[in-house]
């Protein structure tokens, strides 16, 4: 079976997994260690404060098992800012979210033991000298690793301010995803309004526009995950391409949306459209739409670290998650 988020969200139980799991972690408040969320939705969000981007990365059912999926996303890429919200979702069993790899705890940051369905939110700044790449792991189980990475770089267009979690290239044989986060310049992060985006992929090579879709946020800025799957991918796991899911919260802050698809299947220049169509019902002020580039290798400089397991390639840096061949997708694939 596989269990990545990316299927777990994508299948027909997405609204219920959604519904049941994630926002009673949110609302329930079961955790005991201050290092955690005491429940408060507003946590992310109170007056005064900038609104944050909510990301998740679940601790998998049966995480404690070696060679199954651990971190449902093991290469994870945000843009400086976000908040990242780990929540063991593996029932009867602690982890931890900690870093550097086992036996060398760097101490940039520790969950501490995480009960089940304790959630653990770091927020990637530079002030909390979390730029770059980190590996992390869990004290329990040294087994389970993972890296995450994110990045400073800003483009600011004519509307918006565009950043992605690995800067403006993006290597696909090294992260498989990258959140993207589109700031409207000059608006406030607190719209009462629901904002209704439209965004594109555009290839520049043979400018096919390789997808279109629209979303709505309730936040001012727009924050979307692309994930890169093959159609091979795809169709050796079940779904279909492309695929959305998300946004990771959808009351009173902003959480990530996510897309899925073969749209980097070839290295070179992609275009990247974004516009904000109504807020409310209204359409804005004036126009707000960007273009933006991101260019995609696919790194030669890392390809001897690329792992494959069984139908699904990967991602590889040193502490990528592996498979032991048991038919587990990888956690890097999606
Ligand atoms: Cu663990």
Redesign the pocket.
Same mark, same amino acid.
């Given at each position: 079976m596989f269990f990545s988020k990316f299927l777990r969200i994508g299948s027909p139980g997405v609204t219920l997994l959604l519904a049941a799991v994630i926002a009673p972690l949110l609302l329930s408040g079961m955790s005991t260690n201050s290092l955690f969320l005491n429940g408060n939705t507003n946590a992310y969000a109170q007056a005064g404060q900038e609104a944050r981007p909510i990301y998740f990365i679940n601790i998998n059912p049966g995480?404690?098992a070696e060679g199954t999926q651990h971190y449902s996303i093991g290469n994870t890429a945000v843009p400086a800012g976000t908040t990242v919200v780990w929540v063991n979702n593996d029932e009867g069993?602690? =982890?931890?979210v900690t870093s550097g790899t086992p036996g060398s705890n760097t101490g940039l940051f520790d969950s501490g033991e995480m009960p089940f369905n304790a959630q653990f939110p770091l927020t990637f700044t530079s002030a909390s000298g979390l730029i770059g790449e980190f590996s992390y792991y869990?004290t329990? =189980?040294p087994f389970?690793v993972a890296t995450i990475s994110s990045n400073e770089a800003v483009e600011r267009g004519q509307s918006f301010e565009f950043r992605s979690g690995t800067g403006p290239t993006l290597d696909v044989a090294k992260n498989n995803r990258t959140l993207l986060a589109f700031n409207p310049i000059g608006m406030s992060v607190d719209q009462p309004d629901v904002m209704h985006y439209n965004f594109s992929i555009t290839r520049n090579s043979d400018n096919q526009t390789l997808y279109a879709e629209e979303f709505d946020v309730e936040n001012s800025a727009f924050w979307i995950e692309l994930i890169q799957v093959s159609q091979s991918e795809a169709q050796a796991a079940g779904v279909n391409i492309p695929l959305r899911f998300g946004p990771d919260v959808g009351v009173d802050y902003t959480g990530a949306w996510h897309a899925a698809g073969d749209f980097f299947s070839q290295p070179g220049d992609y275009t990247l459209g974004v516009e904000l169509m109504t807020i409310g019902s209204n359409p804005p002020p004036q126009p707000m739409r960007d273009e933006f580039t991101m260019s995609v290798v696919s790194g030669a400089t890392t390809a001897t670290n690329a792992t494959t397991a069984g139908n699904a390639t990967t991602a590889g840096n040193a502490t990528n998650m592996t498979t032991d061949g048991g038919g587990e997708v990888l956690e890097g694939v999606f």
């Open positions: 995480a404690s069993v602690r =982890h931890t869990c329990l =189980h389970m």
